[in-house]
């Protein structure tokens, strides 16, 4: 009979009562406990409500400021490149939960890195901004950083981006080269021609990395107060004089 009893109430606790239940919860614990519930990053959200307008997330520039945290996090990536698609959702004003984040980022995307020569790069960009224009896919729009260009959606395939420039060292723009191998910092979804990126799919040399987009994100808001700024770098050091930060496009983009 006690066997029997002992395994009733197991299977009590086992369907959802909490043995703590009627523990009495020490003032100075539960204090220490409640922020690790749902930490906070106070300082990051009045920068980027004033950045990002409340609309769908892939015409907000919320994927861009996403992509500028993540070349921050990583530094030494020549160029972090995601879709519009990624970001599911706004993110809310106020302080930064990793609630709020999980509502933006609600599937793990595990980041990866991609070697690409310039040639490659060019190709998936005119790739995502003929899918974003052509086939009516938004989500599929290349939100980028370390890297800037133009779009005339007059010209043919092939020729609707040009003068692209990556940024050398986080100081100047320089211009593409056909032939150099970048670093490019991805998701792990496009990676494998996601949102028909086949481009990416067929030039890989793909390396995992440990964090996720959201991991990452969070890692890197943790670290700095204004992740709106891409020159900014973590240690927060200024640059040296002889490196003059250039003007950065919101988007990173230019259109005809």
């Known amino acids: 009979m006690m066997k029997i009893q002992f395994l009733l109430a197991l299977l009590g606790y086992a369907m959802g009562t909490r043995i703590d239940k009627k523990c009495i919860q020490h003032p100075r614990i539960q204090n220490r406990v409640e922020p690790c519930r749902n930490p906070q990053v106070p300082e990051l959200i009045p920068n980027i409500a004033k950045f990002i307008p409340q609309t769908s997330s892939w015409s907000s520039d919320l994927c861009s400021m996403v992509a500028m945290a993540l070349l921050g996090e990583y530094e030494m990536m020549d160029v972090v490149l995601l879709e519009a698609g990624l970001c599911h959702t706004d993110l809310e004003a106020g302080p930064l939960t990793r609630d709020k984040l999980n509502r933006v980022f609600p599937f793990d995307q595990q980041l990866v890195i991609l070697q690409l020569n310039g040639s490659n790069l060019a190709e998936a960009l005119e ?5 974003f224009h052509f086939h009516e896919l938004p989500e599929a729009y290349p939100r980028v950083a370390g890297i ?10 092939g020729q609707r981006v040009s003068d692209i420039d990556i940024l050398h060292h986080g100081c100047r723009w320089e211009r593409i080269l056909p032939e150099k191998t970048y670093l490019v910092l991805t998701n792990e979804d496009i990676a494998r021609g996601g949102y028909d990126y086949s481009a990416l799919a067929r030039y ?10 959201a991991e990452a994100f969070w890692t890197y808001s943790e670290t700095v107060c204004d992740v709106v700024d891409p020159m900014r770098r973590k240690t927060h050091q200024a640059a040296p004089q002889s ?10 983009t230019s259109f005809a």
């Open 127 to 131: 790739h995502g901004i003929d899918r």
């Open 148 to 157: 800037q260009f133009h779009v005339d959606l007059s010209r043919p395939y």
């Open 204 to 213: 890989q040399s793909l390396t995992p990395i440990r964090h996720t987009v």
């Open 243 to 252: 490196c003059v930060s250039p003007p950065i496009n919101r988007n990173m």
